[in-house]
């Protein structure tokens, strides 16, 4: 394929996903679940473009979600994610690894799948996905009572470092027989610590260059934006920090501050961060075999009612514990633990080591984002009216 049917294929894909995107509102369907039935539709069972490559699609998954997650800092307000800040670190950090331990109990001793698969499984799918939840929740017409979004938002913003940890700990784990436990540990300290004082420096330096200097055109300050999420990410991990968290906390940052065309950067960052989540999502698509779905569905059914009636109410309510939110709150927070691009592009690990049974594990994880998404990111407004949690206008 010649550079003109490559621009063409992909300007094709991404008005189709814009357009996409008033079905999603229509009807109900999230539209990430959209964007990767278009990369399946255009890949090797469908249209026909061969996309095999596990580290590329590993590279731009990371690349794109470095910039979802400065535009879901950008949009977060300080004053609503303060209060939620102690529950919410303890979800993203204990919620994280008690979704995964109770996973693992489930499909090793229940399920009889081998250790590999069932630990690398468990580890992977940990986390609550952040453009799932950003997209969902930022979606809906009705808001949600004080205190909810903002937990959830900071949650799936913030708990990715702890889903990297683990799984990045459980392959070397299978891959190195003198794998230090106490040295993970260590590390994770680290990478968390890092990636929030990188992510302060950097939004506060952002921001006072900003207020301190005009750029000479408008439209630079948008590019000023990029150049930031790229610096805060690259020499964040350069550093062994965790940039991905440190991208957020810019963008939390820079969002509270004050600074001319402040509006106009947002919406620009907001419009980038579409395009990378569609980019994202068609690309994840790709690298799928549709005809290969089918020998996973039983297990990856079994896993996905495990993870969503049992191991996320069970960490979110032990997290929870004693705390100011309700019953009610706490079944809706389990249910808005849905998956999405992170599960997946974690997963592209196990193929980039050639793991043992990676591209069943692949798919299996792939088809458990399809089944969490269709049915809690589906089904959530209604969840949400069930419980009585949007407030009265």
């Avoid at 081998?114 to 992977?124: A, C, D, K, Q, T």
């Avoid at 799918?125 to 949600?144: G, H």
């Avoid at 249910?335 to 690990?349: D, E, M, N, Q, R």
Wanted: hydrophobic fraction near 50%.
């Amino acid at each position: 394929m010649n550079l003109d049917w490559m621009m063409a294929a992909a300007g094709t894909l991404l008005l189709l996903c814009v357009y996409a995107n008033r079905i999603s509102m229509r009807y109900g369907i999230p539209s990430l679940l959209l964007f990767l039935g278009l990369g399946m539709l255009a890949g090797s069972d469908g249209a026909g473009i061969q996309f095999y490559n596990a580290r590329i699609a590993n590279y731009i998954g990371t690349f794109a979600l470095a910039f979802i997650l400065f535009s879901g800092g950008l949009d977060t307000k300080w004053s609503q994610v303060r209060p939620t800040l102690a529950r919410g670190s303890l979800l993203s950090t204990g919620g994280v690894f008690l979704t995964a331990l109770f996973l693992y109990l489930c499909t090793y001793y229940l399920l009889g799948l081998s250790f590999e698969v069932s630990l690398l499984l468990s580890v992977i799918v940990s986390s609550t996905d952040a453009p799932a939840v950003f997209s969902i929740l930022r979606s809906q017409k009705s808001e949600l009572k004080p205190g909810l979004k903002p937990l959830l938002e900071f949650e799936s913003g913030s708990n990715d470092p702890m889903a990297v940890l683990l799984s990045m700990g459980a392959i070397n784990l299978l891959s190195d027989p003198d794998f230090d436990t106490f040295q993970m540990m260590q590390n994770f300290v680290w990478q968390m610590a890092l990636g929030l004082g990188a992510g302060y420096a950097f939004g506060r330096v952002a921001s006072y260059a900003l207020c301190r200097w005009n750029l000479v055109y408008p439209g630079l300050y948008p590019v000023f934006g990029v150049s930031i999420v790229l610096l805060t990410f690259s020499l964040t991990q350069l550093l062994n920090g965790n940039g991905f968290l440190a991208v957020y906390i810019a963008g939390i940052v820079m969002a509270n501050t004050a600074f001319r065309y402040r509006r106009h950067f947002i919406n620009f960052q907001d419009s980038l961060a579409w395009i990378m989540q569609i980019g994202m999502f068609l690309i994840l698509g790709l690298l799928v075999n549709p005809h290969e779905l089918p020998d996973v569905f039983p297990v990856s059914l079994v896993c996905s009612v495990f993870l969503i009636f049992i191991a996320r109410p069970l960490a979110v309510f032990t997290c929870l514990y004693q705390s100011q939110y309700t019953r009610a709150d706490k079944i809706f927070i389990s249910w808005a633990g849905f998956k999405g691009a992170v599960p997946i592009i974690l997963a592209t690990y196990p193929l980039m080591y050639n793991f043992p049974n990676s591209t069943y594990l692949f798919n299996l994880i792939f088809f458990l984002v399809i089944l969490s998404v269709l049915v809690q990111g589906n089904s959530l407004p209604w969840v949400a009216r069930r419980l009585g949690l949007y407030q009265e206008n």
